[in-house]
């Protein structure tokens, strides 16, 4: 997901128009009378402003093309807002959008608010055994399918060749690795050695699932995230950063990392498939060969890292449902995922897009496919999505040193219990 990025545009609703609409599609569900689509969708899309969303918007305006009486409504919302804004606006019955790409842990709370409409028996599936399983995993609610998977992903070390040639080093495979890299960089380059987002949670996951952990365990409707795996993950992230091998931050944390590592102010960073092309644009990778990617380094129980992504949902409250149905079907087809995969290096959710030579020839898809096969699937339930809100506050507060990684354990696990009613 890709997941965590705050972006820091404002808002930027972008009516994507190519035809006349003529439509009398706002009260019969997206068609005429003769059963051609018509109307208008609203699509909030949370993708990257600047690199992700062109991609996209185009995607929006050649539907378009296709369905010349529907209007496509093209929307960037920050990812940061997105949650809570499509909650406001489905809650109050004003303002949501036809269409709203949700990160997969989403999913399942709209689905139990009863903000979406579910999908199955509808266009939006076509071809739906072609879905990779963990994709179509964070669709399913209660028996029935909300959402359509649009892209997966997971994330992985991106390092700078230059600088690892220059120090000497090769790329860290464990943790205790990661320290002794970083300390050599910084003494032949000055150079701190890896990045370490402080400000969401979600950079963190690596290092929980790399001592063994998890949030919480939901076939025992256990909290887990305060246990001895939990402690020792905060530990780990926070010697880290003490002894100097990462650097990190409290506010603004994509920007600032991205930033420090396309500038070539860091050797390593951690993130996934949807980082590329932003990355590619930095002064230090105009040589896109200058970029090396691997797996994120193992804890004590292993290599760990989270399943991640986003599904496109419509709103139960749509006014244009046939035609919202027809969009989320074209923005997952298999012929766009292979357009997505080549312009942006985001892993498809289709098994058939894999084998087609464009996207079967990506090293950076070569590369995160088979991470993506081992990662850890976060639990599909409602509150999935809300658990990052009180592991952020106790993660950066120990990265920062305003507490310990026992006593931000254990708060962090407190409002978990508070959240999940009657578990342990």
């Known amino acids: 997901m890709r997941r965590g990025i705050a972006a820091t545009a404002l808002v930027a609703a972008l009516g994507v128009t190519l035809?006349?609409?003529?439509?009398?599609?706002?009260?019969?569900?997206?068609?005429?009378?003769?059963?051609?689509?018509?109307?208008?969708?609203?699509?909030?899309?949370?993708?990257?402003?600047?690199?992700?969303?062109?991609?996209?918007?185009?995607?929006a305006e050649d539907f378009t093309k296709k369905h010349?009486?529907?209007?496509?409504k093209y929307v960037n919302v920050p990812f940061g807002e997105a949650q809570n804004k499509f909650k406001n606006a489905a809650q109050s019955g004003s303002g949501a959008p036809d269409v709203i790409r949700s990160e997969v842990a989403w999913t399942p709370e709209f689905a139990d608010l009863g903000y979406l409409a579910p999908l199955d028996g509808t266009a939006a599936l076509k071809n739906e055994g072609d879905f990779l399983k963990q994709a179509a995993a964070s669709t399913k609610y209660q028996g029935k399918t909300y959402a359509v998977p649009q892209v997966i992903d997971s994330m992985g070390?991106?390092?700078?060749?230059?600088?690892?040639?220059?120090?000497?080093?090769?790329?860290?495979?464990?943790?205790?690795?990661?320290?002794?890299?970083?300390?050599k960089i910084k003494e032949k380059t000055g150079k701190t050695g890896l990045y370490l987002r402080g400000d969401d949670a979600y950079w963190f996951l690596s290092f929980l699932?790399?001592?063994?952990?998890?949030?919480?365990d939901a076939d025992s409707k256990t909290v887990t995230v305060d246990n001895a795996a939990g402690v020792k993950a905060l530990t780990t992230v926070k010697d880290l950063v003490d002894s100097g091998a990462a650097k990190t931050d409290a506010t603004d944390g994509w920007n600032n990392m991205q930033t420090a590592f396309k500038e070539g102010k860091v050797a390593m960073m951690i993130n996934g498939p949807w980082a590329v092309s932003d990355t590619y644009a930095g002064k230090e990778f105009t040589d896109k060969a200058n970029l090396g990617i691997a797996p994120v380094p193992a804890g004590s129980a292993g290599q760990g890292a989270p399943q991640g992504g986003h599904n496109l949902a419509v709103y139960a409250g749509s006014k244009n449902l046939n035609a919202s149905y027809a969009f989320a079907e074209y923005m997952t087809s298999a012929e766009t995922?292979?357009?997505?995969?080549?312009?942006?290096?985001?892993l498809p959710t289709r098994e058939s897009v894999y084998i087609k030579p464009e996207v079967a020839s990506n090293e950076m898809i070569g590369f995160f496919k088979p991470v993506v096969d081992k990662a850890v699937e976060r639990p599909w339930i409602p509150e999935t999505g809300s658990l990052f809100a009180p592991l952020v506050t106790e993660y950066t507060k120990v990265l920062t040193g305003q507490t310990?990684?026992?006593?931000?354990?254990?708060?962090?696990?407190?409002?978990?219990?508070?959240?999940?009613?009657?578990?342990k």
């Open 209 to 216: 699932y790399g001592e063994g952990g998890d949030l919480v």
């Open 68 to 72: 010349p009486k529907v209007t496509v």
């Open 337 to 346: 995922q292979a357009k997505v995969a080549a312009e942006l290096s985001l």
């Open 157 to 183: 070390i991106f390092y700078n060749k230059k600088i690892f040639k220059e120090a000497g080093v090769e790329v860290p495979k464990t943790v205790g690795e990661l320290k002794t890299v970083s300390a």
């Open 19 to 59: 035809a006349a609409c003529g439509s009398d599609g706002g009260d019969n569900g997206g068609s005429t009378s003769s059963g051609e689509l018509s109307g208008t969708v609203t699509w909030w899309d949370t993708s990257t402003v600047g690199s992700e969303d062109k991609v996209f918007k185009k995607i």
């Open 404 to 423: 310990t990684p026992d006593k931000g354990a254990k708060a962090t696990g407190d409002a978990y219990r508070k959240l999940l009613k009657d578990w």
